[in-house]
């Protein structure tokens, strides 16, 4: 057990340099699709997280949709706009921290258990709910086999919950405590959500977004409508976004690789 959890700790490690800093959602997006891929397609969560990180990069940031918003409000009072921004940031500043924590839980945990003949020995480290999902995924994704649509819902439902959970619901009530702008919590609390590979005129309306419950019920129809548009499509949509360089879309599996090695070497040097 304690070599375990010293590879466990090493893998968390690497998985932290991987993450970078909180603003660095371009270098995890690109790395959850790796996830995905390793996974043989059965990891649904990887890439739907991808997705996530990459909607709020643009709806979050100042220079993004609600910072578009208070610019127009607060148009004639400068020093009002600027206070309202300051705000906007710390809540997207909080967003990416917990979308880096994400990162960090599911490279980790994908990595460890893969590497265990047996990763119920790793039920202590990763958590008796999320080992059975790791070990379903191995499994098929050794024998080259895509797992039927509702295992793999089950499995991305396992993730997903202990992530909102312990994760991002923590984090998300933590920054909603620092609103003092009705307003602006009011746009935060209820953003118009539409992933890139949603149809045309589907959004998700959140009447909280504080609320784990609901954020775990629009997660679960994301999957759905993943399943529906097809897996190329949920990839192909990225690009939309306009976050991920071109030459991820002509070698996502390349370009992660290349991406891992410039990264892990700088941590070392940084080290």
């Known amino acids: ?121 790793a039920t202590v480290l990763v958590g008796g709910d999320l080992v059975p999902a790791m070990a379903t995924i191995h499994e098929a994704s050794r024998r080259g086999r895509l797992l039927d649509a509702d295992v793999r819902r089950e499995l991305f439902q396992s993730v997903l919950r202990r992530e909102q959970t312990v994760t991002v619901g923590p984090k998300v009530d933590e920054e909603f405590a620092k609103f003092d702008c009705p307003i602006l919590r009011a746009c935060v609390m209820k953003p118009p959500v539409r992933f890139a590979y949603f149809p045309r005129w589907t959004w998700f309306w959140f009447r909280n977004f504080q609320d784990t419950e609901e954020r775990v019920r629009r997660a679960h129809r994301c999957f759905d409508i993943a399943e529906a548009v097809g897996w190329t499509r949920v990839f192909d949509s990225m690009q939309t976004y306009r976050v991920l360089p071109p030459e991820f879309f002509v070698d996502p599996p390349g370009y992660a690789a290349a991406l891992k090695g410039q990264l892990l070497s700088g941590a070392k040097l940084a080290a």
Do not use: C
């Open 1 to 121: 057990m304690s070599d375990l959890a010293a590879r466990y700790a090493a893998l968390r490690a690497e998985a932290t340099a991987l993450a970078g800093q909180p603003a660095d959602i371009r270098q995890r997006a690109a790395l959850l699709h790796r996830i995905y891929l390793d996974s043989g397609g059965n990891h649904a969560f990887a890439e739907i997280a991808a997705h996530g990180a990459l909607w709020a990069y643009g709806f979050f940031e100042t220079t993004g949709t609600l910072g578009r918003v208070i610019s127009y409000r607060y148009a004639l009072n400068g020093r009002e706009m600027i206070r309202r921004h300051a705000m906007l940031q710390g809540f997207a500043d909080g967003f990416k921290e917990a979308n880096r924590s994400v990162f960090v839980d599911t490279y980790s945990q994908f990595y460890l258990t893969a590497e265990l003949n047996d990763p119920t020995d």
